[in-house]
Structure formats: C-alpha cells, structure tokens
C-alpha cells in the first residue's frame, strides 16, 4: 500500500481533469495513501505508550545516581520520540496543503467545485456526460473530504503528543492524568483526575472516553480499560 513516501510525487503528478480516466486512477492512488497516513499518524503518536519510564522519573526521593542516570535516558528518548514525530507531522501536514493546491488547480481550473459544479451542470444540461466523468466528480468531492479528514488528524495528534506525553511520565497512582481534547477543542466531562481512579472505573465510564475520541469500543472491561490506556498513554498499573 502507498505511504508517505508516494503522498508527495502523487501530488506533483496530478493529471488534467480532460481525462477522467487517469484522474480517477490518481484520485485512488492518493486516497490510499492518505487510508496508510492516517493508520501511521495513529500509530506513531500512541508508540509514545511504548516507551518504558522508570519509576524515578515522577521524583528521585533517594538521589540514586543510577536512578537520576535512567530518568535522564527516558526522557530524552521521550524527547527525541516527540520531536520525531512532530517533524512528521509537520511535513505531512505540508504535503497535504500542496496536495489541496493541486486538486484546486488540476485542469487550469481555480478550484475544484467549481469544475465538479461544471461537470455536474453539463452533464444535466446534455444528458452526455460519460460514466468516467461522473465517477470523476464524485472521487474528487471524496478525495477531499479525506484530505481534509487527515488534516484533521494531524492537527488531534499534534494536540495530543504532549498530554500523551506527561501521562507516559506517571509514575503511582496519585499522578494526575492530564486529558486529551476532544475534535471540538473541549475535555471529556467526568474525566478521572488520576491514574489511580482511572484503574478503577466502571465499564461505562471507559466506554465514554472512548466514545469522546471516537475509538472503538469492543471487549469486556479490562479489554476496555487497556483500550483507554493504550489511547492516553498511560503506564501499566503500579
């Protein structure tokens, strides 16, 4: 499947909205790299769970030398994590623009509703529109639609990495959870303050934190509760 490595030369090859054909082909192989964008974005952000942290690192009570030592291990691989990821989502999130920028201007045209809208208006206007032009029409409305929605992703998990970051660093369960926000920019109501009240919630209660993400909700309990975990970034239980 297309990645990242493709979203960039697909963009530049964009072919002229004349013929439908190859158009409809490129709009197919972008959206399948935009499908293994947004599964990386996902994937990358929540790999911040991954990362072992010592228990020091919430507070060296002993001044252990080799405790100090692997505090400062974690996180700068914690660091480096963070800013690796930033630095791709940042340039995904640049392609992205380019790749607007060339579907508004495919074809000589200014924008793409406004050749979708032609299109469209031809095609009731003389009845001889070709199936290609019209499967076109519809592709280049979805094919933005997903631009868009994996902007939209870029933009939560570029919001997220540091929530997902403080919460990685929880070392008991007196450490406060730090939430993630939700599409709309707020915080899930009756979000548990800390870790340890977040071991022990009700069934429903995990459901609606996932539900406030739109994650999948699936599986008993526990499977639940590590769901929500894995989706925070928080450590195992202490």
Known sequence: MPGTSELASTAEAVPPL?????????????SMSLNAIAGQISAASQALAAVEVPASLGGNQNGDLASFSDTARAISDLTARLDAIERTQERLADQLDAVQEQIQRANGKESTSNDISAVEEESRESGSAQPEERGLAGAMKDLQKKV????????????W???????????????????????????????????????????????????????????????????CREFLGLPPPS
Do not use: C
Request: hydrophobic share 35%.
């Open 18 to 30: 004349a013929d439908p054909s190859a158009a409809l082909a490129w709009t197919q192989r972008l």
């Open 148 to 159: 868009d929605g994996t902007l939209e992703t870029i933009r939560l998990d570029q919001a």
């Open 161 to 227: 990495l540091y929530a997902r970051l403080r919460n990685t660093a929880i070392a008991n369960n007196k450490g406060q959870i730090k939430p993630l926000v939700m599409a709309n920019g707020k915080t899930p109501p009756n979000f548990p303050g800390t870790k340890g009240e977040f071991e022990h919630l009700t069934k429903e209660r995990y459901e609606h934190i996932l539900k406030s993400y739109n994650q999948p909700i699936k599986g008993d309990t526990a499977a639940k509760r590590e769901a």
